[in-house]
């Protein structure tokens, strides 16, 4: 008992969510499934009559039920004596060390950290739930299935310094203060990291389609791990389907028919080994447009592949148990597809 006392203590203060970027004091063992399933649950008027809870429509206009927080206590009898996860505490604790004005958005599988506009900010989170349910349905999950164990975290800084200075002081990972955004697959903590900056609506809500992908096939249906092109070919096709015809689809088709018309567009096997850098735009384009046929042809094979290799066999094997051909032999179909691209 006292045990589980410490453990919703910890959570209360945010010690649980802290991560070791401030170290802290440890919890107990087994706090962590004390801590995921404390006796609350979201509130009825306030979370289960919309699509996303904000923390500052609350502030502002707070539930009677649940005195704005968002939880209450599992009889339903008032307003959660504590906070749920440690989410207040850390934000808090975020905002003081990096100078922001950060605020929660809750939907059923995600929590939006941003400073963004508050009206973007619900738009973004209901895009969320959109995709992650798209994701569902491509892959052949549930609606409303969650892959991840945990709330999966999206940090959209309105500013770059502000997104650089998270990446190096709160997630401790300085490699990747320099990029546009990573996410970090992680079944107990998933998360994605962006800033906005001078991106409009709709390039935000790509770069974030794009980045909640790569976590969706992370934590899907197994361990095994997908080849990169692979990742970024289906998380670009997500991407481009926000608005079919947005400028980076064009370019990306551009630049793959090109190189089929100079005899430079690599095979699938070729397309395996390669490196993707920023500065060199084929691989990325070759990969979506690999993965757009290859769905096109049969988006029930392609699934099947995509969970063999996720169950562990090789790409190889997995593609011909899956398609009923080999690599080599899909090789020319992709050519012929990628004419017929619009």
């Known amino acids: 008992m006292a045990n589980a006392l410490r453990c919703i203590m910890l959570a209360s203060i945010g010690v649980l969510s802290s991560g070791s970027a401030w170290g802290g004091e440890d919890a107990p063992d087994d706090c962590q499934a004390q801590a995921v399933e404390p006796a609350v649950k979201p509130c009825p008027e306030c979370r289960g009559k919309q699509e996303f809870w904000c923390s500052e429509c609350a502030a502002k206009s707070p539930c009677k039920l649940c005195g704005g927080s968002g939880w209450v206590r599992a009889d339903g009898s008032g307003p959660a004596l504590f906070d749920v996860g440690g989410a207040a505490a850390w934000l808090a604790r975020i905002n003081a060390l990096l100078g922001t004005g950060l605020r929660r958005v809750e939907t059923r599988r995600f929590r939006l ?12 989170a209901i895009t969320f739930e959109k995709y992650a349910d798209r994701f569902n349905d491509t892959f052949g999950a549930a609606r409303g299935e969650q892959v991840w164990r945990e709330t999966c975290e999206v940090y959209l800084f309105g500013k770059r310094e502000s997104f ?4 190096r002081e709160v997630d401790g990972k300085p490699e990747v203060a320099a990029s546009g955004g990573y996410s970090s697959p992680s079944a107990d903590r998933p998360r994605v990291v962006l800033f906005a900056d001078s991106l409009d609506d709709d390039e935000i809500s790509r770069v974030i389609i794009h980045e909640l992908t790569h976590v969706y096939l992370g934590l899907y249906d197994g361990d095994g791990p997908l080849p990169q092109w692979v990742h970024e070919g289906v998380a670009q096709d997500f991407e481009f389907s926000y608005k079919t015809r947005g400028s980076r689809r064009k370019a990306s088709l551009k630049i793959v028919r090109k190189a089929l018309d100079d ?7 070729e397309l395996s ?23 096109a042809k049969d988006a029930g094979a ?13 790409q190889e094997p997995a593609f011909e148990a899956a398609f009923g051909c080999t690599m080599e032999a899909a090789n020319e179909a992709w050519r012929g597809c990628v004419v017929r691209l619009k």
């Open 164 to 167: 650089e200075q998270f990446a």
């Open 302 to 314: 392609f699934v099947r592949w995509v969970k063999l290799m996720k169950q562990g066999k090789e």
């Open 263 to 269: 005899n430079m567009l690599m095979t699938l096997a």
């Open 273 to 295: 080994q390669m490196k993707f850098k920023n500065s060199d735009l084929l691989p990325y384009a070759a990969s979506w447009s690999a993965v757009s046929c290859l769905m």
């Open 113 to 124: 950290i941003t400073d963004v506009a508050h009206r973007q900010s619900h738009r973004y």
